[in-house]
């Protein structure tokens, strides 16, 4: 592995979408640190074998389709799994913050914290969950039909998102959308009594914990990722709406913690700053937010204890949010 973050979501969904559709059982393993083998049809058994810059990728092909299987590999590592810049390997993660064609800039690496350091304005408390308490479950076939309906309506609203510059982000979030064991998780629990809600959530809650649980603090940042299509795939079940709310109040704007999604379509003339309360730098939510230049407060679980239309101020250098009339 060549590129600066290894094997991390986007070139992961990059090795399922080279792989699909072919007649082959591919099996990947991390032949440095011994983790795997992991599915090549699963985007977070991939990341999860946490393959760095430096460390070797052991592939296994069969079945009628394995010669293609392995050309296609060669030809992605000959590219850095899609972190290749101008498709140029020399060029790709060697410089953070780079831009590169068709994805500016550089979304993986960290980029310079927005001008603003002190932002003012009432607090907006927003809770992204939708509201499923008056879910009426049925027949466990038709949960199933409701939960492929609802990933299809995702899958949907994550295309129409990757039409702008972001769309490498979007397009590995849809692969973990697609992912394998994300499929058979929900299908079992579904099959064993579970409406589409719980077994939602139940599965993504154990492919975010697979996240949350890795030593390397990047790919951590990860159960983010699957943890907004935990919360897109039961507003879809539900019937609300995917979007973000763009009419929020004006002001700085308190959430759990900030997925891609909702920084790429909240509206920066409204919102003043966002402050979660937790998360970290290298989450995929953060980098958009600053490339959109969001003054950003994150990981900071005593926003708590504000509320609703209260006078804060958040100093972003400082990291600190206070009361306006608190000294």
């Not at 992991?38 to 389709?65: P, Y």
């Not at 900030?258 to 730098?281: E, H, K, M, P, Q």
């Amino acid at each position: 592995m060549t590129n600066v973050h290894g094997l991390h979501a986007r070139p992961a969904a990059a090795v399922v979408s080279a792989l699909s559709g072919l007649d082959a059982r591919v099996v990947i393993s991390n032949a440095t640190s011994g983790a795997g083998p992991a599915d090549a049809r699963s985007v977070s058994s991939l990341a999860a074998l946490q393959l760095h810059q430096g460390q070797v990728m052991h592939v296994e092909a069969s079945g009628a389709a394995a010669p293609q299987a392995r050309q296609a590999l060669d030809e992605l590592a000959a590219r850095q799994f899609g972190d290749a810049t101008n498709g140029n390997p020399s060029e790709a993660g060697n410089t953070p913050g780079r831009a590169s064609e068709g994805e500016r800039p550089q979304q993986d690496a960290s980029p310079a914290p927005v001008a603003t350091a002190v932002v003012e304005g009432p607090v907006h408390i927003i809770d992204p969950d939708p509201d499923v308490a008056g879910y009426r479950a049925g027949s466990a076939a038709i949960e199933q039909a409701r939960f492929d309906q609802a990933r299809h309506h995702v899958a949907g609203y994550l295309d129409d998102q990757a039409s702008g510059p972001f769309a490498a982000l979007f397009n590995a979030q849809k692969a973990l959308l697609n992912d394998a064991s994300l499929r058979t998780g929900v299908s079992s629990a579904i099959d064993k009594g579970a409406s589409s809600i719980e077994a939602v959530s139940a599965t993504m809650a154990g492919l975010s914990a697979s996240f949350d649980k890795l030593s390397d603090p990047y790919l951590r940042e990860r159960g983010q990722d699957v943890r907004s299509l935990d919360r897109l795939l039961r507003s879809a079940i539900v019937g609300a709406s995917l979007r973000w709310p763009r009419e929020a109040p004006a002001g700085v704007w308190v959430l759990p913690e900030l997925d891609a999604l909702s920084a790429a379509t909240a509206d920066t003339a409204r919102c003043r700053a966002i402050i979660t309360l937790r998360g970290g730098d290298t989450g995929h939510g953060a980098i958009i937010a600053r490339q959109r230049g969001i003054a950003l407060l994150l990981g900071y679980p005593d926003a708590a204890r504000f509320t609703e239309g209260q006078e804060i101020r958040v100093d972003t250098i400082a990291r600190r949010a206070r009361p306006v009339n608190e000294s």
